[in-house]
Structure formats: structure tokens, C-alpha cells
């Protein structure tokens, strides 16, 4: 039934009103002469509303000067009547068309590029990088290699400890974290302590190399050692 | 030897079904909201409130529409009372 609905969508039909005091014989006439009719509508005395497709109106047109009828068309439906509608606004529908296939085009670039994260470095270094590598606004999403990228980036620049890459919509994201060495003796080189310059209290303490000193929520006077360089090699 | 005589006699020979060769309509109802018949040969009257097919079938009920009609088979639409044999 859906099938068969789409097919008369598709190929296009007509609803007409036929008049007269044989509609019997002209349904009988038209079936006799294999044309497809549907939805077949008494109205009152006399007038039947039918449907049937458009391709068989001049049939009708036979078969009502035999019967005597009067056919009147009511309405026309389907894909051939609506290309009609827009026939004589081609422009328009080409033009929309074209701006359709514009808006898909321009989503599947990158129009904007937003650097945010911490570090001491001026922004224009991060761009350059990126520039370096070809991304700028305007380029493909599918261009974007963010493994080999960052592989390269990490090799030029190794103050540069991590990047993330994100993309949403149309809005490129790049997240840089800057590489904080552990402080070293001016002089030598060599590690050293690190020392309080200010009274306070600890909110937050991490090591990763030396020995823990001071815990979280310890009260620490100006000078006291913090970290001690003790155990790094 | 009637025409109607010959027919059956070869029915039974050759085990036919009977609606194959018979001008009989068969007719399929659904409750009182449609009828489906088939082997119908012409419509002769179309009202709002009967149809009535060549077979002398008479279908009363009110809102009559044929939905779906082919040159052997239609459907008919609508509330039914009752359907008749004259």
C-alpha cells in the first residue's frame, strides 16, 4: 500500500469530479479500458470524485464524450505538479540549492582557531608552530594529522610538554602545557633545595624528584625548606 | 445440456476450485468496515448508501467509497449494514 502510494506520488496524479447520469458506466468503461482509478468518492446525486493518474486524461476525456458525463479537474498532486510549481521560480530553487551545498561545504573547514592553556611564552610562538604545520583557518578537517603534528612540534620545541587538539563544529581548540623543569643551581647546575620565600600555609604540595619536607596544611615561616634535594641522583 | 451443467461436470473432472471458473464473486468482509470482492463484473448502481455489482450483490451502508478498484477486484470503504443476494 505505501509502495504503491509512493509510485502515484511519484508519477503524479489528478483528482477530478465527473458529472453525469451514467457514472457507473464510465467507472466500468474506464476499468474495461485498464485504467487505474482510486479512492472513488460518492458525493451526491450524480457527481463521483475519483483519482487517477495524469497520464490517463485524455482517456477520460473519451470516455466521458461516450457517457455523456462532465469531468472537471479538482486538484493535481504529485512530484510532476510540484517541479511544475517551481518551474517558474528556477533561479530561486537553483539558488537555494547552491547555498545548501555552500553551508556543507564550509562546515567541513576550520574557521576558527582558540589557544588557551598555561604558559610563559608569547601566543605568536604557539601560531607560528601551527602555521608551520599548515593549520590556519580556512583548512580541511580532514588535513589535520594531530598524531604527526604534535610528534613534530614536540621535536622543534621542548619547552613544550603537551598538546591536545579538539575540534567542535567548526572551532579548532589547541590546549598547550608548558615543560616546568625542577629548579636548578644557577651556578652549577646542580639541584638544589627549594626554600620558602614568604610565611603561609601549604594548600597543595607535589614532588616528583627530591624529599617531601612539608605536608598539606603545614605552617611554613619565610625561609624554611620546602623540598629537600636529598635522594636525587 | 445447460452451459452451467458442462462447467461443473468439468470442475469435478479436473478438480478445479470452484471460484476459478464460476462467475461468482468471492466476497471478504472485515467487520463492518470493508468489503473485498473479487470476480466482480461491472458496477450497475453507485450510491452513497449501495452498491450493487452485476452479480446481483447488493451492499448497503453509509459513506460508501471504493478505495481500490481494479477490472477484477474492489475495495470497498465505509460503514456496512448488510449485503444482499437478489
Known amino acids: 500500500m505505501f509502495l504503491q502510494n509512493t509510485y502515484r506520488f511519484t508519477v503524479g496524479y489528478v483528482e477530478i469530479q465527473v458529472e453525469g447520469y451514467f457514472v457507473e458506466r464510465f467507472l466500468n468503461l474506464c476499468l474495461n479500458r485498464n485504467i487505474e482509478v482510486w479512492d472513488i468518492n460518492r458525493k451526491y446525486d450524480g457527481i463521483i470524485i475519483l483519482k487517477l493518474h495524469h497520464y490517463d486524461l485524455e482517456k477520460i476525456n473519451e470516455i466521458a464524450e461516450v457517457t455523456k458525463t462532465e469531468v472537471k479537474i479538482l486538484k493535481k498532486n504529485g512530484v510532476p505538479h510540484i517541479a511544475n510549481l517551481y518551474s517558474k521560480r528556477k533561479i530561486f530553487l537553483m539558488i537555494s540549492i547552491l547555498v545548501m551545498i555552500l553551508i556543507y561545504l564550509a562546515s567541513q573547514r576550520i574557521w576558527q582557531i582558540a589557544i588557551i592553556g598555561d604558559f610563559s611564552f608569547p601566543l605568536e610562538e604557539i601560531e607560528n608552530e601551527l602555521l608551520m604545520e599548515k593549520v590556519k583557518v580556512g583548512m580541511h578537517k580532514d588535513d589535520l594529522d594531530f598524531d604527526s603534528i604534535k610528534n613534530r612540534i614536540y621535536v622543534r620545541r621542548s619547552d613544550i610538554l603537551w598538546m591536545g587538539f579538539e575540534i567542535n563544529g567548526v572551532k579548532l581548540t589547541v590546549e598547550v602545557l608548558e615543560r616546568t623543569d625542577p629548579p636548578k643551581d644557577a651556578l652549577t647546575g646542580k639541584p638544589c633545595d627549594i626554600i620558602s620565600d614568604k610565611d603561609g600555609i601549604i594548600a597543595k604540595i607535589f614532588v616528583r624528584e627530591g624529599t617531601k619536607l612539608k605536608n598539606v596544611g603545614d605552617v611554613v615561616v619565610k625561609g624554611e625548606t620546602l623540598v629537600s634535594r636529598s635522594g636525587i641522583l | ?86
Open chain 2, 1 to 86: 445440456m445447460a452451459k452451467g451443467d458442462f462447467r461443473e461436470k468439468i470442475q469435478k473432472a479436473m478438480e478445479i476450485p470452484v471460484e476459478l471458473l464460476s462467475s461468482y464473486p468471492r466476497i471478504t468482509l472485515l467487520g463492518n468496515e470493508s468489503v473485498f470482492i473479487e470476480n466482480y463484473q461491472s458496477i450497475v448502481e453507485y450510491e452513497k448508501t449501495l452498491i450493487r455489482i452485476s452479480n446481483n450483490v447488493i451492499v448497503y451502508g453509509s459513506d460508501l467509497n471504493v478505495e481500490e478498484i481494479t477490472s477484477d477486484e474492489m475495495l470497498i470503504v465505509g460503514k456496512i449494514k448488510s449485503i444482499e443476494f437478489e
